[in-house]
C-alpha cells in the first residue's frame, strides 16, 4: 500500500506562486510515474504534470513554462512549482503516482487564485 499527502495549497494573488508537496510512504518501489493532477469545479480531472521514473517529464499545454513537477527522492517526496498563477488554475491539486498496475492518490489540495 501506498500513501500519499498534499500539501502547500492556498489562495493567491493572480501572477503569485505556490509549491506543492507530495508526500509518498508506505511500499514505495517499482514506481513508474508520479503526477499531479487537478479538477475544477464542473470540469473533469485532468493532467497537469508528470516525472517518469527515468526523470522525463511532460505538462499540460496551459502550464507548459509555467509549472515545474520535480522529485527528491531522499525525502520521498514529488513538488509542483507553480509559477505566474492564472484565475483559472483554480482547482483542486490532487497527487498520483503509479505503479506497476496501480494507481493511487491522495487527498487534494485547494488551489485559488483570485484577486
Known amino acids: 500500500q501506498v500513501q500519499l499527502v498534499e500539501s502547500g495549497g492556498g489562495l493567491v494573488q493572480p501572477g503569485g506562486s505556490l509549491r506543492l508537496s507530495c508526500a509518498m510512504s508506505?511500499?514505495?518501489?517499482?514506481?513508474?510515474?508520479m503526477g499531479w493532477y487537478r479538477q475544477a469545479p464542473g470540469k473533469q480531472r485532468e493532467l497537469v504534470a508528470q516525472?517518469?521514473?527515468?526523470?522525463?517529464?511532460n505538462y499540460a499545454d496551459s502550464v507548459k513554462g509555467r509549472f515545474t513537477i520535480s522529485r527528491d527522492y531522499a525525502k520521498n517526496t514529488t513538488y509542483l512549482q507553480m509559477n505566474r498563477l492564472k484565475p483559472e488554475d483554480t482547482a483542486v491539486y490532487y497527487c498520483?503516482?503509479?505503479?506497476?498496475?496501480?494507481?493511487?492518490w491522495g487527498q487534494g489540495t485547494q488551489v485559488t487564485v483570485s484577486s
Open positions: 498520483n503516482l503509479r505503479q506497476l498496475v496501480f494507481s493511487y
Open positions: 508506505g511500499s514505495i518501489r517499482n514506481i513508474n510515474a
Open positions: 516525472i517518469t521514473s527515468g526523470g522525463s517529464t
